[in-house]
Structure formats: C-alpha cells, structure tokens
C-alpha cells in the first residue's frame, strides 16, 4: 500500500506561482510513473502532468504546457509541480497519482487562483 500526500496548495493571485509536492511512502519510489491531476468545481478529473520513473521523460496537457513543470525526486520519494503564470481557470483540487502494478492517488491540495 502506496500513500501520497500532497501539500502546497493555496490561494494566488492571477498571473502568481505555486509549487506542489506530493511524498510518497514507501521503498519503491523510484519505480513508480507520477502524475498530477486536477479536478475544478463541477467538472471531472483531469490529466495535468506526467513523469516516468526516472524523470527522463515528461508530458503535459495542453492547458499547462509552458505553464507548469513535473519534476521528481527519487531520493526523498517526492514529485513536484511547479505551477507559474496561474490563472482562474487552474483553480481546482490537485492530485497525486502513482502507477507501478497498481494505481495509487492522494487526498488532493485545493489550489485557488483569483482573478
């Protein structure tokens, strides 16, 4: 059993910066794909960001591209989104996922952008 705790989260100004973590538990870190997604008020999930196991490898969606940047550390069993040039339209709840065998997802931290 994988827990994800995400943190970071808060409320910004449009055009402001975040940055989001999200620790994982346990020793097998390293072998996990990550990724970040966001659920907005009355709206589904959806995909944000990407990263492979090593961190060689990042794919975002559309929305964020530019915007944001997926990052890991394997050493602390952390992945990271930094989140630049918000806007209200990326208020929503942030996600944690992990997938190795089995998929894994956080609580979610609340990210509010304000016009």
């Known amino acids: ?20 973590s999200c620790l994982a538990s346990g020793r097998l870190f390293a072998k996990y794909a ?3 997604f966001r ?3 009355g709206k589904e999930r959806e995909f944000v960001a990407h990263i492979n196991w090593s961190g060689g490898r990042t794919h975002y969606a559309d929305s964020v591209k530019g915007r944001f940047t997926i990052s890991r550390d394997n050493g602390k069993n952390t992945v ?3 989140m ?5 339209e990326d208020t929503a709840v942030y996600y944690c996922n992990a997938k190795f065998l089995r ?12 016009s």
């Open 34 to 36: 990550m990724g970040w």
């Open 84 to 88: 630049n040039s918000l806007n209200p």
């Open 39 to 41: 659920q907005a008020p």
């Open 80 to 82: 990271y989104l930094q």
């Open 1 to 20: 059993q994988v827990q994800l705790i995400e943190s970071g989260g808060g409320l910004v100004q449009a055009g402001g910066s975040l940055s989001l």
């Open 103 to 114: 998929e894994y997802w956080g609580k979610g931290t609340l990210v509010t952008v304000s």
